[in-house]
């Protein structure tokens, strides 16, 4: 086994900053092409540098924070947490009680892994269904959390969403949308109303996904949950600050729904030739993925078995492209338990640098060197875990 525990991921995902770090400081940024779709832009102007300086600033960024989060989410009111995890933890803090219980919907298992260790943490049950009719609460369920677009943007469809938002009212539960892709992706590619909208309590999003803003969570809904949620983030810091709500307000300024739009012919064209290279490569909503599962089938239907898990696979996958062909994925730089799907998303900022043959010889390229080294662990490891 190359990955054996969360402590691998770390090392792995530290191999893979120092890369870029390198990488970045010899050749500049512009070497670099992070189609990972989270790219965690901070498009603050000259004019917020000042008032990070003054009392006034943290004033003004709430104000305009309140003004755009509501433009974006709805709601009554608006928080924002230095991350969604950190937020989808607060809001478990302050609405469930230990011994109560977390009832999770979801379009595809697996879930975010945010949302099942924080109801281990303040001691609640969980259970996770992504299949209708095995959804019912129980007398202990005090909080319906619906994640509105999977990590992988599997998207809920219209009429699951409604019902369980129905179901959950009947018993007087709140309900709480992780829309942490899915604010967009439901939204302004599939059509979908905002969650809030639709008469969920609360939703939350995650500023850096398919928009420009820095790494962090934004949640709107009721004002007294709110209110609820904000003091138990501020007991454990897990509000965003003030320089990082400048960031969340600038980018949701600067939010155009269009360069979501514009991103699904060239997803179309490039899904075609990546075809070509490898039979399970997948549309998604604004790129192409493979998913570890497709790899592993690709790899073994070729070179027999392997010893190799599909995530194995997939995170080497992920490194040779980042490491040969400078594409930034999320399998190789994502945090422990991380998604192992390999998304190339043409929504990113940096999309707009790499032309759709170059991103077909790195698969190529990639897919080739992941055959010739499966059998060797030395060269496995040293490509995981080793140079600059
Ligand atoms: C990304 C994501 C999260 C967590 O966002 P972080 O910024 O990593 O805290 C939670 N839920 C879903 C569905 C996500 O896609």
Redesign the pocket.
């Known amino acids: 086994m190359l990955i054996c525990s969360s402590l691998d991921e770390v090392k792995r995902r530290e191999t893979a900053l120092r890369f870029i770090a390198a990488l970045v400081n010899q050749e500049g940024r512009s070497c670099l092409y992070d189609l990972s779709g989270l790219a965690g832009g901070f498009p603050v102007k000259k004019s917020d540098l000042n008032l990070l300086e003054t009392y006034s600033g943290p004033a003004i960024f709430e104000l305009n924070l309140q003004k755009e989060g509501k433009k974006h989410l709805a709601g009554e009111k608006v928080a924002a947490f230095n991350?969604?995890?950190?937020a989808?933890l607060a809001a478990i803090l302050a609405l469930v009680k230990p011994g109560e219980e977390v009832l999770h919907y979801l379009p595809e298992l697996p879930s975010?892994p945010?949302i099942p260790r924080s109801a281990k943490l303040r001691g609640a049950s969980y259970r996770e269904f992504d299949n209708l009719p095995d959804f019912q609460l129980s007398d202990e369920t005090a909080l319906v959390i619906i994640?509105g677009?999977?990590?992988d943007h599997q998207v809920l469809p219209l009429n699951d969403f409604k019902r369980i938002i129905k179901i959950s009212h009947q018993q007087q539960i709140p309900v709480l949308v992780?829309d942490?892709?899915g604010a967009r992706i439901r939204t302004v590619i599939y059509n979908q109303p905002r969650a809030l909208d639709m008469g969920a309590d609360l939703v939350v999003t995650?500023t850096?996904?398919l928009m420009n803003g820095p790494?962090a969570?934004l949640m709107a809904g009721k004002a007294t949950l709110i209110n609820r949620i904000k003091d138990k983030a501020h007991q454990f810091g897990l509000e965003a600050q003030p320089p990082i709500v400048a960031g969340i307000v600038r980018a949701l300024e600067d939010f155009n729904p269009q360069r979501l739009l514009d991103s699904l012919d060239r997803r179309d064209k490039l899904n075609i030739m990546a075809r070509n290279v490898m039979d399970g490569v997948e549309k998604t909503p604004t790129g192409i993925m493979i998913s570890a599962k497709n790899l592993e089938k690709e790899i073994t239907s070729k070179e027999g078995t392997t010893t190799l898990s599909a995530r194995e696979l997939a995170t080497l996958m992920a490194m040779i492209l980042l490491k040969e062909h400078h594409i930034v994925t999320i399998p190789a730089v994502g945090?422990p338990g991380v998604s192992a799907t390999i998304r190339l998303d043409l929504a990113a900022l940096d999309a707009g640098r790499v032309d759709d043959n170059q991103i077909i010889n790195a698969l190529k390229d990639s897919l080739k060197r992941v055959r010739e080294i499966v059998n060797d662990d030395e060269a496995c490891l040293s490509l995981l875990y080793e140079g600059i």
């Open positions: 991350r969604t995890s950190a989808i975010h945010s994640t677009s999977t990590m992780d942490a892709s995650s850096d996904k790494r969570g945090m």
